[in-house]
């Protein structure tokens, strides 16, 4: 996370971020740190402890969008990759030179060629099979989201529009 006077560390540089649709990175959180990586499960101490808390093992998307506070405590790696965006750029985006969008790879590309001097080409991002959407949840488990990633949305309002909760599909 962003600390004071890391902006000041990096005066006389090019500064740049990537950032990501705060839903989607969220929901994408889910996928592979739950379902792939199994995170939540890396410490049998902190699995039984979740148990306690009411915590799944194995918790569907809307059982752990509603109690996303509680596996957030129970493993460091989740919480570290549900942080809000604002935790490591801070509430100020124009302090930044440049600012890219995940899913614009190809502008960010550009960018670092022409500020290098050499063709920089980024790799594809992963393609996910089927997608988890907003509208797959529970209305908890997206109000918990959209209410969770409101930071994200206010910093990153130019470049991405706050979703409103949706009819489950």
């Known amino acids: 996370p962003l600390k ?3 902006f000041d560390l990096a005066e006389g540089y090019w500064c740049i971020t990537v950032v990501r649709n705060p839903v989607e990175r969220l929901i994408s959180a889910y996928g592979n740190r739950v379902v792939r990586e199994k995170d939540h499960l890396a410490s049998r101490k902190r699995a039984l402890t979740g148990l306690f808390k ?3 093992l194995n ?3 809307d059982q752990f969008f ?3 506070d509680g596996y957030q ?3 460091r790696s989740i919480l570290y990759h549900t942080f809000n ?3 490591f750029l801070g509430h100020d985006i124009s302090k930044f030179d440049a600012v890219f969008q ?3 790879s190809q502008a960010l590309a550009v960018a670092l060629t022409n500020q290098l001097g050499r063709q920089v080409e980024l790799p594809h991002m992963r393609k996910e099979k089927k997608k988890l959407q907003l509208a797959d949840l529970s209305d908890k488990a997206q109000a ?3 209410d969770y990633t409101k930071p994200d949305y206010t910093l990153l309002q130019d470049y991405y529009a706050k979703p409103s909760q949706q009819v489950a599909a």
């Open 54 to 56: 009411g915590l799944k």
């Open 102 to 104: 995940m899913e614009d």
């Open 66 to 68: 509603e109690r996303l």
């Open 59 to 61: 918790p569907t998307p």
């Open 4 to 6: 004071p006077g890391d």
């Open 73 to 75: 405590e129970n493993s």
């Open 85 to 87: 965006q604002t935790e």
């Open 144 to 146: 918990t989201i959209l």
